[in-house]
């Protein structure tokens, strides 16, 4: 225990995680507080990925003919570990694409109605307003627990309601959407269930709980793989129409390979993608997911004590937490973005400020990196912002 940590209040829950810091080489310069956007990869997982370039490097022959293969059984490491069936898993690039392949294998109408929610992450809503019309549910950040989310999602449902493509943690406000029990509920009423799980694996101990007709999830910012590493899972029924994203010499092998396969395509993060879940798992993933809640649940303890700012509901499951700022604030992209980059200038701190009407908010998150007294930081310097100093 260092010395910030031993005057650290009774009763925070928090500290430092053991040998956490020396997992990344992040600048220590900064409080990276901001691990829910972008991840961050460990030490033995970039080490891992630099050895596949290596060899990709030394014998491009050996590496792209075996690619298909060394994918197919990353994928079943990557399964087992999620909780999957292996044959319902592809490998995709991100969230984003994942979402483009499964509204198409969905081969919706124009008149066809998707569900959306204002919570929504940007470019996964625009997939599907490329696809069919989408009516938008809107969600007070404030709604108080998870069965007022879901009431207000079914209470928005039209006969023309085909897909629900909901957020099972949404981005901005870091809250539980699609769960278990709203998914059951949409089933029953013969909607197609498309669940965003960007931030699921890794962080929640079962990411495809209530099995959704299609699930999405990155592995790149929980699950510690390199960018550009995400898995699609989708439903047997639906598993032979999910189009390849380029044609390749695996299409016939049909789904999943012909999703995976790009030809030349940089596979080295998919492919060192499985070490980073084996690297939580060492870690003790559950131990991992309680510093990291805790963490987070400290940092928005701290914030909400200034004046304006408002903390919004939290599930402790989950390792970001999301707080409203005063009325003046993040109103507007230009505005949130404009507090973020300030944020850090003065602050040294990365953070999430997003915007909303009537006065953005501001997320954080917790990881094995983190410190309590980061947080202690942006919250002094918040405090200065706020006053107009």
Not at 19 to 26: P, S
Not at 277 to 291: N, P, S
Request: net charge neutral.
């Amino acid at each position: 225990m260092n010395a910030e940590d031993a005057t650290r209040p009774e009763g925070t829950g928090c500290g430092t995680f053991p040998g956490g810091a020396e997992l990344f080489r992040l600048d220590t310069r900064v409080a990276h507080l901001n691990h829910g956007s972008f991840g961050a990869v460990p030490v033995p997982v970039s080490r891992a990925q630099r050895r596949l370039a290596a060899e990709a490097a030394a014998d491009p022959d050996a590496f792209f003919l075996g690619a298909p293969d060394r994918l197919a059984a990353a994928r079943t490491r990557i399964a087992a570990r999620l909780g999957a069936d292996p044959r319902s898993l592809a490998l995709v690039t991100n969230a984003t694409e994942a979402a483009h392949l499964a509204l198409a294998a969905l081969r919706l109408a124009p008149d066809d109605e998707v569900l959306v929610t204002d919570h929504g992450y940007g470019t996964v809503v625009a997939a599907a307003a490329r696809r069919a019309r989408t009516v938008t549910v809107r969600l007070d950040p404030a709604l108080p627990d998870e069965e007022a989310v879901g009431k207000t999602v079914l209470a928005a449902l039209t006969p023309r309601t085909k897909v629900a493509l909901l957020d099972q943690i949404s981005s901005p406000t870091a809250r539980i959407v699609a769960g278990p029990g709203l998914l059951a509920e949409l089933a029953a009423r013969g909607v197609t269930t498309v669940v965003d799980g960007a931030h699921a694996p890794g962080m929640l101990a079962d990411p495809l709980a209530g099995r959704p007709d299609v699930w999405f999830g990155n592995l790149h910012k929980w699950a510690y793989a390199p960018p550009g590493s995400a898995v699609l899972a989708v439903a047997p029924a639906l598993r032979d129409r999910v189009p390849a994203p380029v044609p390749s010499w695996e299409d016939h092998r049909g789904y999943p390979r012909s999703v995976e396969y790009r030809a030349t395509a940089d596979y080295t993060g998919p492919l060192a993608a499985p070490e980073g879940l084996d690297l939580l798992a060492e870690l003790g993933a559950g131990a991992v997911r309680e510093h990291n809640s805790a963490l987070a649940a400290y940092g928005a303890e701290l914030l909400a004590g200034l004046p304006g700012v408002r903390p919004l509901p939290s599930d402790a499951r989950l390792a970001m937490r999301s707080l409203r700022l005063p009325e003046r604030f993040a109103r507007t992209r230009p505005e949130s973005d404009a507090l973020r980059e300030e944020i850090m200038a003065r602050l040294g701190c990365r953070v999430l400020v997003w915007p909303w009407e009537g006065g953005g908010g501001i997320r954080i998150s917790g990881q094995v990196y983190n410190r309590p007294a980061e947080y202690e930081r942006l919250t002094r310097g918040v405090r200065s912002l706020l006053d107009g100093r």
